[in-house]
Antibody
């Protein structure tokens, strides 16, 4: 079945960078866009950006522009999200999520989601 | 880019119907038929319940339905069940540089 499995929890110091991976299985990786969404403790979901896994083109939320980089390794069916210049406010669970597609068509919506990766930024 | 506005909490008794609103602007909810709804249990990843305003993915009970009027979208849960107790988030495509915006979230409590 379609599944997204993310890397494990990370603890980083302020100013450092973190790179989270998202390994896809059960479908053709390069056929579906991958998005990244984060959720700070007790807070709402927040969209960060997406990657066209076919050609590698990316689009980022203006809030994270300059600090976030989304890449992919097609041979490993894996997408990556790297966030730099970390600060305490970046402490959150980071999710990858595929654009929802069914019966050959794709729609506005995200499904499935990875299990989430907790990134803690603390000195 | 501000978040879409949802009520902080909604509650109902088993069997009742509840409705969660999601208010945005003409740049997001009102401008596109792109609203989706997610159910999230504590410590778990969100699950897609409704896509493109009113469509249910396979496997989602037909007790869940969505609609939209002007700049406000709604999620209705009919025949409320104990397992529906969770947080719910709406989301919409937006013409702003954010591209996608989520709602503030609503905690549904089954009394």
């Amino acid at each position: 079945q379609v599944q997204l499995v993310q890397s494990g929890a990370e603890v980083k110091k302020p100013g450092a960078s973190v790179k989270v991976s998202c390994k896809a299985s059960g479908y053709t990786f390069t056929s579906y866009a991958m998005h990244w969404v984060r959720q700070a403790p007790g807070q709402r979901l927040e969209w960060m950006g997406w990657i066209n896994t076919g050609n590698g083109n990316t689009k980022y939320s203006q809030k994270f522009q300059g600090r976030v980089t989304i890449t992919r390794d097609t041979s490993a069916s894996t997408a990556y999200m790297e966030l730099s210049s970390l600060r305490s406010e970046d402490t959150a669970v980071y999710y990858c999520a595929r654009r929802y597609c069914s019966a050959g068509s794709c729609y506005f919506g995200f499904d499935p989601w990875g299990q989430g990766t907790l990134v803690t930024v603390s000195s | 880019q501000s978040a879409l506005t949802q009520p902080a909490s909604v509650s109902g008794s088993p069997g009742q119907s509840i409705t969660i609103s999601c208010t945005g602007t003409s740049s997001d909810v009102g401008g596109y038929d792109s609203v989706s709804w997610y159910q999230q249990y504590p410590g778990k990843a969100p699950k897609l319940m409704i896509f493109e305003v009113s469509n249910r993915p396979s496997g989602v009970p037909d007790r869940f339905s969505g609609s939209k009027s002007a700049n406000t979208a709604s999620l209705t849960i009919s025949g409320l069940q104990a397992e529906d107790e969770a947080d719910y988030y709406c989301s919409s495509y937006t013409s702003s540089s954010t591209l996608y915006v989520f709602g503030t979230g609503t905690k549904v409590t089954v009394l």
